[in-house]
């Protein structure tokens, strides 16, 4: 692949990921690329480096501009293996005494991967790195998203290398804002809302820190997807929006079945949230990905789940699904639970429970219906929608 020239003498050498589908359990859709950045100046820098087996991939691309060898600095912002797997191949290349740039927690933590004696050069949050005319600045970004994550920023040309953060799973030639479609925004919220929402009080410091410090940023480069050159404030007004994790009058329903009960009384609560004028969204949980799911939580003010009872349980997928919810931490939710049942009927206790955990504001014990829904069952679901509906409009 032909490495992109971002700005005079900077260059995206990273690679494209065509058809990786499960991210470490999350549904990439149409792949994602690992973003690596090459600094020619009297220094000549690498920030970040990709997958393991697109090593061979990385050194052709450096290649093309200048031989690998030359490299004088390696930055390291963030440990995770889809941006360190190439680091051996790439330092026993360039020299494993060259200098490894990385937090102090990337050095214990590249430790913890690498048996690799290599020659960390661990930097505090504010620190410093001249390439010639050219100055790297780096940000401690603890735990956004793991203990070791930074960014690095080059100061001369504005612009941030900002590892995972304000990524998005998209693989693609169009490499900037302005040449991507709509799907790159849909994308990035997806990314949040599966990677970093948990960490969004965190996040919101940093963007409040990043904004009070006045520094300019002209680009933004993650190291997935799409790089923010046109609007780098579109995505960063949206990532201040997702950390204080503003909603939308908006509910989701979120169900599996084995019978359809369930799923009839999904559709009757999601009629009744409808008809107050909230807009209501409709999942069932085995025709979608949960990262899918967790998409449409991020903006959305109700979280209603639905689940049957199976072995005095609640269903296994609903289970997933609300594991899976907790730990991202959605915050200051309308909870609502209700399900079918044929004789002990536990679930729809057992999920509000964890919907209750998870400090959602409940609307009532949501409706528990045995085996098939009747004329009044289906009543009881609609007005159970619509105080959802109503509690969501009032907020
Ligand atoms: C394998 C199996 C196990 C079940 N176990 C229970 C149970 O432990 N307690 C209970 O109340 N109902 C149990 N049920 C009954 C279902 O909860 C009931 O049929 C319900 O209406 C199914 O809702 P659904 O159509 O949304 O799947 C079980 C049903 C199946 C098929």
């Known amino acids: 692949m032909k490495p992109t020239q971002i700005a005079d003498g ?3 050498v990273g690679v494209i990921d065509w058809n990786i589908r499960d991210f470490h359990g999350y549904s990439t859709y149409r792949g994602s690329s690992y973003n690596a950045f090459l600094i ?19 050194i052709g691309n450096i290649s093309q501009i200048i031989d690998p060898k030359k490299i004088d600095v390696v930055v390291s912002n963030h440990t995770e293996m889809d941006h360190t797997g190439a680091l051996p191949k790439i330092m026993a290349l360039v020299g494993a005494d060259k200098p490894l740039y990385c937090s102090k927690l990337g050095a214990k933590n590249l430790a913890g991967h690498f ?4 020659n960390y050069h661990p930097v505090k949050d504010g620190e410093e790195l001249s390439l010639g005319k050219r100055t790297l600045s780096f940000i401690e970004t603890r735990m956004i998203h793991w203990p070791d994550s930074m960014f690095s920023y080059l100061k001369e040309d504005h612009i941030l290398f900002s590892s995972d953060g304000f990524g998005q799973h998209y693989a693609g030639f169009e490499k900037f804002d302005d040449q991507a479609d709509s799907e790159m925004m849909l994308q990035a919220k997806k990314y949040y809302a599966n990677i970093l929402m948990l960490y969004a009080p965190r ?3 940093l963007l ?11 680009m933004i480069c993650p190291d997935h997807g799409v790089l923010w050159r046109k609007d780098p404030g579109k995505i960063i007004d949206a990532y201040f929006k997702w950390s204080r994790q503003e909603t939308e009058n908006k509910a989701v329903v979120v169900y599996d079945t084995m019978w359809k009960s369930t799923e009839t009384m999904a559709n009757a609560i999601a009629e009744g949230i409808s008809s107050t004028g909230a807009m209501v969204k409709l999942i069932h949980i085995r025709s979608s990905h949960r990262s899918e799911i967790m998409t449409d939580v991020l903006d959305a003010a109700a979280v209603i789940v639905g689940s049957p009872t199976l072995n005095n349980q609640m269903f296994p997928t609903v289970a997933d699904t609300l594991t899976y919810m907790k730990g991202l931490k959605p915050l200051g939710r309308i909870g609502g639970a209700f399900g079918s049942y044929g004789w002990s ?3 729809v206790k057992m999920v509000a429970a964890e919907l209750e955990a998870m400090k959602f504001t409940m609307i009532d014990a ?21 105080k959802i509906g109503e509690a969501i409009n009032a907020r």
């Open 208 to 218: 409040e820190k990043v904004v009070a410090s006045g520094i300019q940023i002209d």
């Open 366 to 386: 949501g409706p528990r219906l045995q085996y098939v829904p009747d004329k009044a069952g289906i009543e009881a679901c609609i007005d159970y929608g619509k």
């Open 115 to 118: 048996p690799d004696k290599w």
């Open 203 to 205: 996040i919101l410091k």
């Open 40 to 58: 020619i100046d009297e220094k000549v820098a690498l920030i970040d480096t990709v997958k393991a087996p697109f090593a061979d991939q990385l």
């Open 345 to 347: 009927g536990e679930a």
């Open 10 to 12: 900077i260059y995206d």
